[in-house]
């Protein structure tokens, strides 16, 4: 499938503030369910104590992270010298993936540039390389509108070039085009009645993107494929198994996932993204065949995957107590599931590391 090539209007960007709380705005112009309902009674979940419940058949109409204190933004820093892409005599060029976004724009260029995929004025200088986005570009970060328009003028300038840079469908962008298209119709969320417009509020929603959100990023999010397999890696954005919900090929899910998208159904959008959102299917006990039980349906050899922080998927989240326990900074992707899975998500949002990796990546 072609991905949307199209370039936005050029947006001022807004400062980078990494922060996971549930922004202010949210108490002034929404509510957090339908008046009345069961998603709708008391206050949302507070910063103290809050801990993660992820129950059997989880809606997510709760925060879908709990919050992780931090102290000082970790500053990037970018050699002026960006690295050169080795490139092939002939035929396709490397292969890089890149984990969730989140709306950290200046982050991700450092990190593009780091890897000699774009140059100091921001432009394609990576040749016939191949770039992938594992979704989740928009919400938590201070310019989702502003990643798109990157990754959407990135496509067209790779194209040129001979390579490509196409992205996949998180569930940020269901959770995006939820809220635009349906606000507060009310959805039966498995428990209690909610609304996408709750939904992507509580889960990182920022004003200032639904505020430039123009019809070309609404139909560039809804055509975008939600699995492909290359060089024998499965790229996807959640560490779920709920895609064999939606076919048994490659082809068969992304139709079946843009036939939702087009039949413009408020029950069948919010299905699709409560299922996007499920993770940890590869983790602990049992992880390792869950991942196989994709790779036998769809090909390749190995999964990557962004969707659950690092640090979560390592269990160095936080005490009981509430306070922050010594976590390891991300420094790069987590291999695990029996080497089968790769998590790409460095947790940018909770001051940890964008990643952008070449694949293949050894265990």
Avoid at 23 to 45: D, L
Avoid at 76 to 94: C, H, K, L, M, S
């Amino acid at each position: 499938m072609t991905q949307g090539a199209g370039q936005g209007p050029e947006v001022q960007r807004t400062a980078t503030v990494r922060d996971f709380r549930v922004p202010a705005y949210v108490h002034e112009t929404a509510p957090y369910a339908v008046p009345g309902t069961q998603a709708s009674e008391g206050a949302p979940p507070s910063e103290e104590g809050y801990e993660e419940v992820l129950p059997e058949g989880y809606t997510p109409t709760q925060r879908d992270l709990p919050v992780i204190r931090r102290g000082d933004t970790v500053q990037v820093t970018v050699d002026p010298e960006p690295v050169q892409v080795a490139q092939p005599a002939t035929g396709q060029g490397p292969l890089f993936v890149v984990g969730d976004v989140h709306g950290y724009l200046d982050e991700l260029v450092a990190a593009l540039q780091e890897k000699g995929l774009i140059d100091a004025a921001g432009q394609w200088c990576a040749g016939t390389t191949r770039l992938w986005f594992l979704g989740d570009f928009t919400d938590r970060g201070p310019d989702g509108i502003g990643v798109i328009d990157l990754v959407m003028r990135l496509s067209a300038e790779a194209a040129a070039a001979g390579g490509y840079c196409k992205a996949l469908m998180g569930n940020h962008e269901l959770l995006l085009l939820g809220a635009k298209r349906f606000g507060d119709t009310p959805v039966n969320s498995g428990a209690g009645t909610a609304t996408f417009q709750a939904a992507w509020l509580l889960n990182g929603g920022q004003k200032t993107d639904m505020d430039r959100l123009q019809d070309h990023h609404l139909q560039w999010m809804a055509r975008l494929d939600a699995m492909e397999e290359v060089d024998g890696h499965l790229l996807v954005h959640s560490d779920a198994t709920t895609y064999l919900d939606y076919g048994r090929s490659i082809e068969e899910v992304n139709d079946t996932v843009r036939e939702t998208l087009t039949r413009n159904d408020a029950e069948e959008v919010w299905d699709l993204f409560r299922k996007f959102t499920k993770r940890f299917s590869f983790r602990d006990e049992g992880g390792a065949d869950a991942v196989r039980s994709l790779l036998d349906t769809y090909g390749g050899t190995r999964i990557v995957h962004g969707h659950s922080p690092i640090p979560y998927l390592l269990g160095e989240v936080g005490s009981e107590d509430g306070e922050d326990d010594t976590r390891t900074a991300v420094e790069g992707p987590h291999i695990y599931a029996d080497g089968l899975a790769i998590a790409m998500d460095g947790g940018v949002t909770m001051a940890g590391k964008l990643l952008v990796q070449q694949l293949p990546l050894e265990a």
